[in-house]
Nanobody, 124 residues
Framework: VQLQASGGGLVQAGGSLRLSCAAS????????MGWFRQTPGKEREFVAA????????HYADSVEGRFTISRDNAKNMMYLQMNSLKAEDTAVYYC??????????????????WGQGTLVTVSS
């Protein structure tokens, strides 16, 4: 599956942004999906994940209650709605998928398909 993230940009603290991830090349509904983020000098970290059907979601503690992950299997799309953004949310955000039919995971090394990343900058 090929993934392409978009929707990043510059936003003020307290604002909102929605990221999108477009998938192509395979049966999207058979992939769990996740969002990760990375800042310079730090390891890529888990943000959120969603099950194949979208019925189950999981979040890092740092974004719980502020971010919402969702997917539209009919459109081969995944989203990350980010509200109440903070300066520490500034990062390059990546969408990713583990192998087909694998369950969701917060572990970076279990994801094998990656989008190119989209930069989110939150000004304080």
């Amino acid at each position: 599956v090929q993934l392409q993230a978009s929707g990043g940009g510059l936003v003020q603290a307290g604002g909102s942004l929605r990221l999108s991830c477009a998938a192509s090349g395979s049966t999207f509904s058979s992939y769990a999906m996740g969002w990760f983020r990375q800042t310079p000098g730090k390891e890529r970290e888990f943000v959120a994940a969603i099950s194949w059907s979208g019925g189950t979601t999981h979040y890092a503690d740092s974004v719980e209650g502020r971010f919402t992950i969702s997917r539209d299997n009919a459109k081969n799309m995944m989203y990350l709605q980010m509200n109440s953004l903070k300066a520490e949310d500034t990062a390059v955000y990546y969408c990713a998928a583990p192998p087909q039919d694998y369950p969701w995971s917060p572990r970076l090394n279990e994801y094998v398909y990656w989008g190119q990343g989209t930069l989110v900058t939150v000004s304080s």
